[in-house]
């Protein structure tokens, strides 16, 4: 390698380095502080448990945050905790009929009151059934509630962003240059380079340098302190340290929160509850002890994942044909093989020919019972489909295709376990991939089953779950996608309502004119402004909608869910989502929208 | 012989050490419970002391409306000047029982302001009322971490073997602050 070579190398090397040098900077003169506690004090604040969290963990958030707000909200009595035994695994949270108002939470708080309720069966539901069973909804889940605790401490001056305007722009200012001196390096190179094409390289290094490290540097590294936080986190410090000092403290069970009220939750927010923090859980459960509610009982299930016998999961045809590999091989092997070296035996007799014959004909005949056996369990597995109603209680993976290079690897088979009531343990089901999104946990299905092969071969859903209503909400990575999707036009669909009937419901002869994305408006026929909208959406548009304006009054008995607030209503159904809003004049006949949503729900 | 004779004798050091180590862990774990023990009594001290400095004035309030309620007023007075009499005292038991009493004769200063709308009406002593009920619940919380800390003590002073290093340091086991009179009566229940 030449020297001018080896020179623009050490420059391009120089500049990344120098980008990395003011990050390292940036990170090293921007981490949380770490405040010496203040005397320990049982003096509570008035900070609410998660922020405490928050504080006492150098602005980092951890599952402290969600569990000390169960246990602060049990202390406020918007819930009860109870343990009827000794083992503090068999809590359960007890919902009030009349519970405090909940208008003055904040969105953390209502975030795990809403979860706790939604999973309420008759007002009960056990501790330890609080935990998620899908990964992917408990990160939204998780993420959600970090980013309200983060919002609040910013709001109570408690936090800010970790890289403020000023260290962004300098990281910013720090990858140009960096990114000129790769670029200069490069189009040095380029110049030289005799067999290179007529095209620098020089823009390119540059803009994809800037690019990598811009966004790197753009990447939130979290939160800090503010001189109010600081001195709140020295004050939490001391709390803590009082509540490590009794080791009582450590050990008492999530239902001590009816003695020790607010102090469980703060506790556990310090992190000086051992006991407790380790029974609650808001994350992901146990696969194998999973809770069910099937029958409006909650009981535990023990689900076993059949995993080893190649038999499960598969279709008839391929156990068919395995069936006749078996017998095929067998077969051959023992006209083949067996039977010569038998006759090899008797020639010569010695033990080790025997041994070989006496190996062979077993073997033979092994794979002979072997295709035998599975064509007669493949016919009576045939013979004895079975209907099972039950409750999904877990849906993972089971099984996926080898992947390369080119093809990524695919699902084709998943767990399904299901409980149909009959029995504290249930073996999972194998469930064709391409049905996995027909269900989700909490669900209520009728599955036909191979009990030999343990194959789905049909999957309807019969009621759906209270944990497909908990988890539509949007989070950050969702409201990502949202522009591109209400960006897409939308399948037209048929009007809900005809011209004369809305005429008739608004006193006045009206016409239908669509709205830009889907829906229709209906403005009076003599001109004027619009009196209704009607607007529906499925997907993610129809959850955001639905999240919007599920709130007012509920109107049981209305498709999956419908509510009115003020002028507009919503319903619910399977995954649409339809509004009705009056407008203008159109308001005088807000009594009508339950007639309007109910015959919206017939037709939807 | 003389390499068993060494392996024995080191062996013999080994354990020395080994209960030596265990001797200081376990009496600097009696000083740091005994040191809870006494924070936690502190805390308690505090709240109460905040009680005895709010009693005056509430006694005051009530005075300017309802002076002829003297036995009550007087009760309360005796029953503050027991419990400032009882702090001085060493025992536990005894300041718990004028404590008991302390909080008796409030309450039943407060039931007594039921019957004087005026008085309920008072602004001066409505924010006595809830500062002597948030002074209370304090006490409540104090008295939980008190209990606490001399429970885990005792414990400690009393177990085989600690008890050995608690009896060569002086460590003796703790009263109880017991709730007395009408905190330990029967809930009553009202339709």
Request: a neutral charge.
């Given at each position: 390698?030449?020297k001018?070579?080896?020179?623009?190398?050490?420059?391009?090397?120089?500049?990344?380095?120098?980008?990395?040098?003011?990050?390292?900077?940036?990170?090293?003169?921007?981490?949380?502080?770490?405040?010496?506690?203040?005397p320990?004090?049982?003096?509570?604040?008035?900070?609410?448990?998660?922020?405490?969290?928050?504080?006492?963990n150098?602005?980092?958030?951890?599952?402290?945050?969600?569990?000390?707000?169960?246990?602060?909200?049990?202390?406020?009595?918007?819930?009860?905790?109870?343990q009827?035994?000794n083992?503090?695994?068999e809590?359960?949270?007890?919902?009030?009929?009349?519970?405090?108002?909940?208008?003055?939470?904040?969105?953390?708080?209502?975030?795990?009151?809403?979860?706790?309720?939604?999973?309420?069966?008759?007002?009960?539901?056990?501790?330890?059934?609080?935990?998620?069973?899908?990964?992917?909804?408990?990160?939204?889940?998780?993420?959600?509630?970090?980013?309200?605790?983060?919002?609040d401490?910013?709001?109570?001056?408690?936090?800010?962003?970790?890289?403020?305007?000023?260290?962004?722009?300098?990281?910013?200012?720090?990858?140009?240059?960096?990114?000129?001196?790769?670029?200069?390096?490069?189009?040095?190179?380029?110049?030289?380079?005799?067999?290179?094409?007529?095209?620098?390289?020089?823009?390119?290094?540059?803009?994809?340098?800037?690019?990598?490290?811009?966004?790197?540097?753009?990447?939130?590294?979290?939160?800090?302190?503010?001189?109010?936080?600081r001195?709140?986190?020295?004050?939490?410090l001391?709390?803590?340290?009082?509540?490590?000092?009794?080791?009582?403290?450590?050990?008492?069970?999530?239902?001590?929160?009816?003695?020790?009220?607010?102090?469980?939750?703060?506790?556990?927010?310090?992190?000086?509850?051992?006991?407790?923090?380790?029974i609650?859980?808001?994350?992901?459960?146990?696969?194998?002890?999973?809770?069910?509610?099937?029958?409006?009982?909650?009981?535990?299930?023990?689900?076993?994942?059949?995993?080893?016998?190649?038999?499960?999961?598969?279709?008839?045809?391929?156990?068919?044909?395995?069936?006749?590999?078996y017998?095929?091989?067998?077969?051959?092997?023992?006209?083949?093989?067996?039977?010569p070296?038998?006759?090899?035996?008797?020639?010569?007799?010695?033990?080790?020919m025997?041994?070989?014959?006496?190996?062979?004909?077993?073997?033979?005949?092994?794979?002979?019972?072997?295709?035998?056996?599975t064509?007669?369990?493949?016919?009576?597995?045939?013979?004895?489909?079975?209907?099972?109603?039950?409750?999904?209680?877990?849906?993972?993976?089971?099984?996926?295709t080898?992947?390369?290079?080119?093809?990524?690897?695919?699902?084709?088979?998943?767990?399904?376990?299901?409980?149909?009531?009959?029995?504290?343990?249930?073996?999972?089901?194998?469930?064709?991939?391409?049905?996995?999104?027909?269900?989700?946990?909490?669900?209520?299905?009728?599955?036909?089953?191979?009990?030999?092969?343990?194959?789905?071969?049909?999957?309807?859903?019969?009621?759906?779950?209270r944990?497909?209503?908990?988890?539509?909400?949007?989070?950050?990575?969702?409201?990502?996608?949202?522009a591109?999707?209400?960006?897409t036009?939308?399948?037209a669909?048929?009007?809900?309502?005809?011209?004369?009937?809305?005429?008739?419901?608004?006193?006045?002869?009206?016409?239908?004119?669509?709205?830009?994305?889907?829906?229709?408006?209906y403005?009076?026929?003599?001109g004027?402004?619009?009196?209704?909208?009607?607007?529906?959406?499925?997907?993610?548009?129809?959850?955001?909608?639905?999240?919007?304006?599920?709130?007012?009054?509920?109107?049981?008995?209305?498709?999956?869910?419908?509510?009115?607030?003020?002028?507009?209503?919503?319903?619910?159904?399977?995954?649409?989502?339809?509004?009705?809003?009056?407008?203008?004049?159109?308001?005088?006949?807000?009594?009508?929208?339950?007639?309007?949503?109910?015959?919206?729900?017939?037709?939807? | 012989?003389?390499?068993?004779?060494?392996?024995?004798?080191?062996?013999?050091?080994?354990?020395?050490?080994?209960?030596?180590?265990?001797?200081?862990?376990?009496?600097?774990?009696?000083?740091?419970?005994?040191?809870?023990?006494?924070?936690s009594?502190?805390?308690?001290?505090?709240?109460?002391?905040?009680?005895?400095?709010?009693?005056?004035?509430?006694?005051?309030?009530?005075?300017?409306?309802?002076?002829?309620?003297?036995?009550?007023?007087?009760?309360?007075?005796?029953?503050?000047?027991?419990?400032?009499?009882?702090?001085?005292?060493?025992?536990?038991?005894?300041?718990?029982?004028?404590?008991?009493l302390?909080?008796?004769?409030?309450?039943?200063?407060f039931?007594?302001?039921?019957?004087?709308?005026?008085?309920?009406?008072?602004?001066?002593?409505?924010?006595?009322?809830?500062?002597?009920?948030?002074?209370?619940?304090?006490?409540?919380?104090?008295?939980?971490?008190?209990?606490?800390?001399?429970?885990?003590?005792?414990?400690?002073?009393?177990?085989?073997?600690?008890?050995?290093i608690?009896?060569?340091?002086g460590?003796?086991?703790?009263d109880?602050?017991?709730?007395?009179?009408?905190?330990?009566?029967?809930?009553?229940?009202?339709?």
């Open positions: 390698m030449d001018r070579a080896v020179a623009d190398l050490a420059l391009a090397a120089a500049s990344i380095g120098f980008w990395a040098l003011v990050y390292a900077a940036a990170r090293l003169l921007t981490r949380p502080a770490s405040p010496a506690p203040a320990a004090t049982m003096e509570l604040g008035a900070e609410p448990p998660a922020l405490v969290s928050l504080l006492v150098r602005w980092t958030l951890t599952e402290d945050a969600a569990e000390s707000t169960l246990l602060d909200l049990a202390a406020r009595k918007f819930f009860e905790l109870r009827p035994g083992d503090p695994l809590t359960t949270v007890h919902v009030p009929a009349a519970a405090p108002d909940s208008s003055g939470l904040r969105a953390y708080e209502k975030q795990v009151l809403d979860r706790v309720r939604g999973l309420a069966v008759n007002g009960v539901v056990p501790l330890s059934a609080l935990t998620f069973r899908d990964q992917g909804q408990a990160k939204s889940w998780n993420k959600q509630l970090r980013a309200a605790v983060v919002a401490a910013r709001a109570a001056g408690l936090s800010r962003r970790r890289f403020g305007p000023a260290v962004t722009s300098m990281l910013g200012l720090a990858a140009i240059i960096a990114a000129v001196g790769v670029g200069v390096a490069a189009m040095r190179y380029g110049f030289r380079d005799p067999g290179g094409d007529d095209d620098n390289p020089g823009l390119a290094a540059g803009i994809v340098t800037f690019a990598l490290l811009g966004a790197a540097g753009g990447r939130s590294p979290g939160e800090r302190h503010t001189p109010a936080g001195s709140a986190a020295a004050r939490w001391g709390v803590r340290d009082w509540l490590r000092g009794h080791e009582q403290f450590a050990e008492l069970p999530p239902a001590a929160v009816a003695v020790w009220d607010r102090y469980l939750g703060y506790g556990a927010a310090v992190g000086a509850t051992h006991l407790a923090s380790a609650l859980d808001l994350d992901m459960g146990d696969r194998r002890l999973v809770w069910s509610s099937y029958g409006d009982t909650w009981h535990r299930v023990r689900v076993r994942y059949p995993s080893f016998w190649p038999r499960y999961g598969r279709t008839l045809p391929i156990l068919l044909l395995r069936a006749a590999a017998a095929v091989v067998g077969g051959l092997l023992f006209h083949v093989l067996g039977w070296t038998a006759q090899l035996a008797a020639d010569r007799p010695g033990r080790i025997d041994l070989i014959a006496d190996g062979a004909s077993l073997l033979s005949l092994l794979l002979l019972f072997l295709g035998g056996y064509l007669l369990r493949s016919l009576i597995d045939l013979a004895t489909v079975r209907t099972i109603t039950g409750e999904v209680l877990w849906q993972e993976t089971w099984r996926s080898n992947g390369s290079e080119d093809k990524p690897s695919r699902p084709w088979l998943h767990h399904l376990a299901i409980d149909d009531g009959s029995d504290d343990r249930t073996t999972a089901w194998g469930l064709p991939s391409e049905w996995s999104d027909r269900c989700q946990d909490g669900d209520t299905v009728t599955i036909r089953v191979r009990p030999w092969s343990r194959r789905i071969g049909e999957l309807t859903v019969v009621g759906q779950g944990s497909r209503r908990l988890v539509e909400t949007v989070t950050s990575d969702d409201t990502g996608n949202l591109l999707e209400m960006l036009p939308a399948a669909e048929p009007e809900l309502f005809t011209d004369d009937e809305v005429s008739q419901l608004l006193g006045r002869p009206v016409t239908a004119s669509p709205l830009p994305l889907t829906g229709v408006q403005s009076p026929a003599e004027g402004g619009p009196l209704l909208l009607v607007q529906s959406a499925g997907g993610l548009p129809g959850r955001v909608a639905w999240r919007a304006n599920s709130r007012g009054q509920e109107l049981p008995g209305i498709a999956d869910g419908a509510f009115v607030s003020g002028y507009r209503a919503a319903l619910r159904r399977g995954d649409t989502t339809v509004v009705l809003t009056l407008l203008g004049p159109g308001r005088d006949r807000r009594d009508y929208l339950p007639w309007l949503l109910s015959q919206a729900a017939t037709r939807t | 012989m003389s390499t068993a004779l060494a392996l024995v004798g080191g062996l013999i050091c080994l354990l020395v050490v080994l209960i030596i180590v265990w001797g200081v862990v376990a009496y600097n774990r009696l000083v740091r419970l005994r040191n809870q023990v006494d924070a009594w502190a805390q308690i001290d505090v709240q109460l002391k905040r009680r005895y400095d709010l009693i005056p004035n509430l006694v005051e309030t009530v005075k300017g409306y309802a002076a002829h309620e003297r036995g009550t007023l007087e009760a309360v007075v005796a029953a503050r000047g027991s419990a400032i009499n009882a702090a001085q005292a060493p025992g536990v038991g005894d300041r718990a029982a004028a404590e008991g302390l909080t008796q004769t409030l309450g039943r200063l039931a007594l302001a039921e019957a004087y709308p005026d008085l309920k009406a008072n602004e001066n002593f409505r924010a006595l009322q809830a500062e002597l009920g948030n002074t209370e619940d304090k006490i409540a919380y104090a008295r939980q971490f008190y209990n606490s800390a001399v429970q885990t003590f005792n414990t400690a002073v009393q177990s085989v073997p600690t008890n050995l608690a009896g060569l340091g460590f003796r086991a703790r109880f602050f017991e709730a007395t009179g009408g905190e330990r009566g029967p809930v009553q229940v009202r339709f």
